[in-house]
């Protein structure tokens, strides 16, 4: 069984996360990066069902150069090989595109599986999966919170706010978990060792026949028009009690500002 992992590089939630000033896009160059956290909960479903019977795992990727790292983590965990779509056509690709180039990746891998985190940490969406399983006409099933695949046949937990509910599908087949399915690994030293020799492909968008004017921020569907910096967080307000009215200036405080 080929399993396929859509991960994707996105900027540091912890680092200083910006904009481009030319066009308003999420600066992924300038930045620090990483695998998305949410899509490690999807390397590691992949690397269970994986270790249960026989597959393969190769993690796929699509971004500018740093976006390898993504496809390094993937194979540091375990993974058995990668794929990083590189060109610079690509930039400002919105969802609808990006599901496109996957979606031809994916076709070019002949993937049985296809796994992808719940959403991204820059971009929240939570939308590609469904559009991918869409375009390549394979059935979906999605948010899975505990995963089971028994011959052609997945089988997925859903929980939600009042109840859970299963949901089978069988493969070939579209899937995204949710941070709720498992425990994600910490590559050991041999696994970033074994990760050195492992074979990472990069293709360009001809390698998936497709044109730069298919994907990018002139085809995109949405455009960020105005970016505005989050302004700088002000001094607080201290309430003293040396003669023992802080309380009574507390509940003023508290009032004033409509907390009560």
Same mark, same amino acid.
């Given at each position: 069984?080929?399993?396929?992992?859509?991960?994707?590089?996105?900027?540091? %939630?912890?680092?200083?996360?910006?904009?481009?000033?030319?066009? $308003?896009?999420?600066?992924?160059?300038?930045?620090?990066?990483?695998?998305?956290?949410?899509?490690?909960?999807?390397?590691?479903?992949?690397?269970?069902?994986?270790?249960?019977?026989? %597959?393969?795992?190769?993690?796929?990727?699509?971004?500018?150069?740093?976006?390898?790292?993504?496809?390094?983590?993937?194979?540091?965990?375990? %993974?058995?090989?990668?794929?990083?779509?590189?060109?610079?056509?690509?930039?400002?690709?919105?969802?609808?595109?990006?599901?496109?180039?996957?979606?031809?990746?994916?076709?070019?891998?002949?993937?049985?599986?296809?796994?992808?985190?719940?959403?991204?940490?820059?971009?929240?969406?939570?939308?590609?999966?469904?559009?991918?399983?869409?375009?390549?006409?394979?059935?979906?099933?999605?948010?899975?919170?505990?995963?089971? !695949?028994?011959?052609?046949?997945?089988?997925?937990?859903?929980?939600?706010?009042?109840?859970?509910?299963? !949901?089978?599908?069988?493969?070939?087949?579209?899937?995204?978990?949710?941070?709720?399915? $498992?425990?994600?690994?910490?590559?050991?030293?041999?696994?970033?060792?074994?990760?050195?020799?492992?074979?990472?492909?990069?293709?360009?968008?001809?390698?998936?026949?497709?044109?730069?004017?298919?994907?990018?921020?002139?085809?995109?569907?949405?455009?960020?028009?105005?970016?505005?910096?989050?302004?700088?967080?002000?001094?607080?307000?201290?309430?003293?009690?040396?003669?023992?009215?802080?309380?009574?200036?507390?509940?003023?405080?508290?009032?004033? $500002?409509?907390?009560?």
């Amino acid at each position: 069984m080929k399993i396929v992992v859509c991960a994707k590089f996105v900027p540091d %939630a912890t680092a200083d996360r910006r904009f481009r000033s030319e066009d $308003n896009t999420v600066d992924r160059a300038g930045v620090d990066g990483l695998l998305s956290e949410l899509d490690e909960y999807a390397v590691e479903t992949a690397l269970t069902v994986k270790e249960a019977g026989d %597959a393969e795992v190769t993690v796929l990727t699509v971004g500018p150069e740093q976006a390898a790292d993504a496809v390094k983590k993937g194979l540091q965990m375990g %993974a058995d090989a990668g794929v990083h779509v590189l060109d610079d056509a690509i930039h400002g690709s919105d969802a609808v595109a990006t599901s496109l180039i996957l979606s031809k990746a994916l076709a070019k891998l002949e993937a049985d599986l296809v796994v992808f985190g719940m959403g991204s940490t820059d971009g929240g969406m939570g939308v590609v999966p469904a559009m991918v399983s869409e375009r390549l006409g394979l059935p979906a099933v999605t948010l899975g919170s505990e995963v089971t !695949v028994d011959g052609q046949t997945v089988r997925i937990r859903r929980d939600g706010d009042t109840a859970s509910e299963t !949901v089978e599908g069988t493969l070939p087949l579209v899937l995204s978990v949710s941070d709720q399915a $498992n425990e994600p690994r910490y590559p050991s030293f041999k696994g970033i060792m074994a990760a050195k020799k492992k074979p990472v492909e990069t293709w360009s968008l001809a390698d998936l026949e497709l044109t730069p004017e298919q994907v990018g921020g002139s085809s995109a569907w949405t455009e960020v028009v105005e970016v505005t910096a989050r302004p700088a967080r002000t001094a607080g307000t201290i309430v003293t009690d040396e003669d023992g009215s802080g309380a009574a200036g507390l509940v003023e405080f508290l009032s004033t $500002n409509k907390f009560l």
